[in-house]
């Protein structure tokens, strides 16, 4: 009888312990999806410059690099400009311009006063 109780137990045991075996299905909105890829592709698109053309018109240190911004944006009100650093200058870089088109038209405007501009292509995206 002993014997009998404990295979009986054993046997509950083992078969509450591995009788789990169903799948678990999570069930979720497609718009969560759609909701998420719009949210990476905003922010890959916003945080990163590398994505436009921009027009680099001079480099320096620091103090060098703010003259020429304030001239910057003297001449050229309308479009956007920024320092950043690129070890080891300061460099001055104009717009964000989505089209190669529209860089170079605006390219060979500020060229015109700041002969050393350069345009910048985007970067290749590595992800």
């Known amino acids: 009888m002993k014997t009998l109780l404990t295979i009986i137990a054993f046997t509950s045991i ?5 009788g789990q075996n169903d799948q678990i299905t999570i069930s979720q909105d497609d718009r969560i999806t759609e909701l998420l890829k719009l949210y ?10 590398s994505n436009y053309y ?4 001079g480099f ?3 103090a060098r690099a703010q003259r020429i911004k304030s001239n910057v944006e ?3 009100p309308t479009l956007s400009s920024k ?3 690129d070890s080891p200058t300061y460099r001055v870089r104009l717009g964000r311009f989505k089209s190669k088109l529209e ?8 060229r015109k006063k ?3 501009a350069i345009l910048l292509k985007p970067k290749k995206s590595t992800k």
């Open 103 to 110: 860089a170079e038209r605006k390219f060979k405007e500020v």
């Open 83 to 85: 320092i950043d650093f």
């Open 114 to 116: 700041y002969p050393e």
């Open 74 to 76: 003297v001449d050229f």
């Open 14 to 18: 083992t078969t509450a312990t591995f």
């Open 60 to 62: 320096g240190n620091h």
């Open 54 to 57: 921009r027009i680099q018109v």
């Open 40 to 49: 990476k592709s905003s922010n890959s698109d916003t945080n990163s410059s």
